[in-house]
């Protein structure tokens, strides 16, 4: 069965502080998609990045920065000098490779950048 | 449009009242997905569709809900005789297929709000 682990409920951090949010997945599929998504206070989801199981480069955008690790099925998130506008709740999320199945999704956390 | 269309944002019902939501997908996008959120955490999957036809219903509480994406009208998901724990929002989102029919990027809606007093 597909599970997606985020440890971390909440974290708290002061602008400015680097912050790395966590996220183990369990698969038995040779071939998924995680992905890693915002949800601001304002409630939306914000899609943040997708990346496929043979892609194991890491990605930088902007200040934000993922390390997908399939030894240690992990995809984490780091944020570089966080800002207060990046408080929200984070998802981390995996779906089997075919259009249609369910996103499988975190339980969530939720990053508080105090200025 | 480019954005997934959910009504109405919140919504109010009695116990044992039905409750209707809606959603219209982004335009060339082939997938539907609802989504419950309780309280801000957890995402339950309900249901996708594929154009009008279920995909996949495994998340899908069989006796009080349904959907339906009917062709040239939005998809809806109804809740008969509801319950004090259906109170959550309830996200749709849409997507393409990816290359080779394979997953893709789901585009949320904004949510509906129910509230089951």
């Known amino acids: 069965a597909q599970k997606v682990t985020q440890a971390q409920t909440e974290i708290s951090v002061v602008e400015k502080e680097d912050v790395t949010l966590d996220c183990v997945y369990e698969t038995r599929d040779t071939t998924y998609y995680l992905f890693w998504y915002k949800q601001p206070p304002s409630g939306e989801l914000v899609f943040l990045i997708r990346?496929?199981?043979?892609?194991?480069q890491n990605e930088i955008s902007g200040r934000y920065s993922w390390n997908f690790q399939k030894s240690t099925s992990s995809f984490n998130f780091t944020i570089t000098a966080s800002q207060v506008v990046d408080s929200a709740v984070y998802f981390c999320?995996?779906?089997?490779?075919?259009?249609?199945?369910?996103?499988?999704f975190g339980k969530g956390t939720t990053l508080s950048v105090s200025s | 449009g480019e954005e997934v269309a959910q009504t109405p944002k919140h919504l109010v019902r009695g116990e044992g009242q039905k409750a209707k939501l809606y959603c219209a997908p982004i335009?060339?996008?082939?997938?539907v997905f609802w989504y419950q959120q309780v309280l801000k955490n957890e995402f339950k999957f309900l249901i996708s569709?594929?154009?009008?036809?279920?995909?996949?219903e495994t998340g899908m509480p069989k006796e009080r809900f349904s959907a339906k994406c009917l062709p040239n009208s939005p998809c809806s998901l109804e809740i008969q005789a509801t319950k004090l724990e259906d109170s959550a929002v309830y996200f749709c989102?849409?997507?393409?297929?990816?290359?080779?029919?394979?997953?893709?990027?789901?585009?949320f809606g904004a949510g509906s709000r129910l509230t089951v007093l």
């Open positions: 990346r496929n199981s043979f892609d194991e």
């Open positions: 569709f594929q154009n009008e036809n279920v995909f996949d």
């Open positions: 989102a849409s997507s393409k297929a990816g290359p080779l029919g394979g997953a893709n990027v789901l585009t």
């Open positions: 999320a995996l779906s089997e490779n075919q259009a249609g199945t369910a996103l499988i």
């Open positions: 335009k060339g996008h082939s997938y």
